[in-house]
């Protein structure tokens, strides 16, 4: 009887352990799928801001918004400040691969001469291939996915242009490779650019060459939600204000992205 007593308590803890596991799992897929609607709906606040306008943002941007009595950051990145793949010049890319991918410069080049090539490889009309998405990189012989990863958040295939970076619409990692590495003049730029502070100059500061500050009409709107346990969902849209989709919109989502962003690391307790 003992033994039948402490079997059965065996089972029911391990039943109470599963059973509190499914909980959480099903509270976690629960917390995701309400952050991530509260995400799109922040973005889709902003964007009607946006469009109400006529003037768009030439500049990175961060716009806080309450949604449900939520607090929602959200960021508007103008496209021209990631590094375009379909069209920067071989020695951005270099750049790129050299600072941020943080491989050796002759590695770095040898890696920025195989993305020309394979981007301009004819496909079976005779038209440049060309890169849809970013993933694309992954085609290029002799890149690794570390070096993907690297500088995943630093490029784009979603806009067409002449291959130069607007710096005011630059997140920080892309200055640092204008800046050829020089991660205190871009840490400079973006604080004074987010403070606002007016005549910020680039151009002695910055390679001049790969600079261009033009507008666009396609945006990357991210919104961070907070999580209850310090973590962050992650909700990203990138789209054309200048094409409308068909259901109506004035603008068109051509590419949307969910992650999750980890809770900070908690220091040692004293």
Request: charged share 20%; no cysteine.
């Amino acid at each position: 009887v003992l033994w039948i007593v402490a079997v059965l308590g065996i089972i029911v803890t391990g039943m109470g352990h599963a059973v509190r596991n499914e909980v959480r799992l099903v509270s976690g897929a629960r917390q995701a799928v309400v952050a991530e609607a509260m995400g799109d709906a922040a973005i889709h606040l902003v964007l009607q801001e946006m469009v109400s306008v006529t003037e768009r943002p030439k500049q990175l941007t961060r716009v806080n918004v309450v949604y449900q009595n939520q607090p929602v950051t959200v960021q508007i990145l103008p496209l021209n400040g990631l590094i375009d793949i379909n069209s920067a010049p071989p020695t951005l890319l270099a750049s790129l691969f050299s600072i941020a991918g943080q491989v050796a410069p002759d590695t770095a080049a040898a890696l920025a001469q195989a993305t020309v090539e394979t981007r301009t490889r004819k496909d079976n009309a005779g038209q440049p291939e060309g890169f849809e998405a970013i993933e694309d990189m992954l085609r290029v012989p002799g890149l690794s996915y570390t070096v993907y990863a690297n500088i995943s958040r630093l490029i784009t295939a979603d806009r067409p242009g002449n291959g130069k970076v607007n710096p005011m619409a630059a997140p920080e990692g892309v200055l640092n490779v204008l800046a050829g590495g020089n991660t205190g003049r871009a840490s400079s730029i973006a604080a004074d650019r987010d403070a606002g502070r007016p005549g910020i100059d680039t151009t002695t500061t910055l390679t001049s060459e790969y600079i261009d500050n033009a507008a666009t009409q396609r945006f990357q709107l991210q919104a961070r939600v907070p999580l209850s346990d310090g973590a962050a969902l992650l909700v990203s849209r990138r789209v054309d204000l200048d094409d409308g989709a068909l259901d109506g919109l004035p603008w068109r989502t051509f590419h949307t992205e969910q992650r999750f962003e980890p809770a900070p690391a908690q220091g040692p307790l004293n």
